[in-house]
């Protein structure tokens, strides 16, 4: 079977879009999509915090608060769990939030 041979003056699908426009050499932006640096500091203080709180939690509790109650302090550690689980999505949220809100303004100069 012969294959064709592309010309270069000619556009390969590629080259053009379903409309038929065909595409503009433009630059990639390849900057990550995420601040690096406080994404990271942010889900690392969150993982810390949900290893060591629920069970720092129970182990209080169940030896110096409630001693020999393990019902309660599991349920304890269970709530401090939920906490931490609640400030991230909070804290998640309100990022989020901010930089809608940079891009609406950033949009709003452009114009």
Same mark, same amino acid.
């Given at each position: 079977m012969a294959t064709r041979r592309i010309i270069s003056s000619e556009k390969t699908v590629l080259d053009v879009d379903a409309d038929? %426009?065909?595409?503009?050499a433009?630059?990639?932006n390849i900057a =990550?999509?995420? =601040?690096?640096r406080s994404v990271i500091w942010k889900l690392l203080s969150f993982t810390f915090a949900m290893v060591t709180l629920p069970i720092g939690t129970y182990f209080f509790v169940a030896n110096f608060v409630l001693v020999g109650n393990n019902t309660v302090a599991g349920a304890l550690a269970a709530v401090m769990a939920n906490i931490v689980l609640i400030a991230y999505i909070?804290?998640?949220y309100s990022d989020d939030q901010a930089e809608q809100a940079e891009e609406a303004e950033q949009k709003k %100069?452009?114009?």
């Open positions: 038929g %426009k065909q595409h503009e433009r630059p990639s =990550p999509a995420v =601040p690096a909070i804290m998640a %100069k452009s114009m």
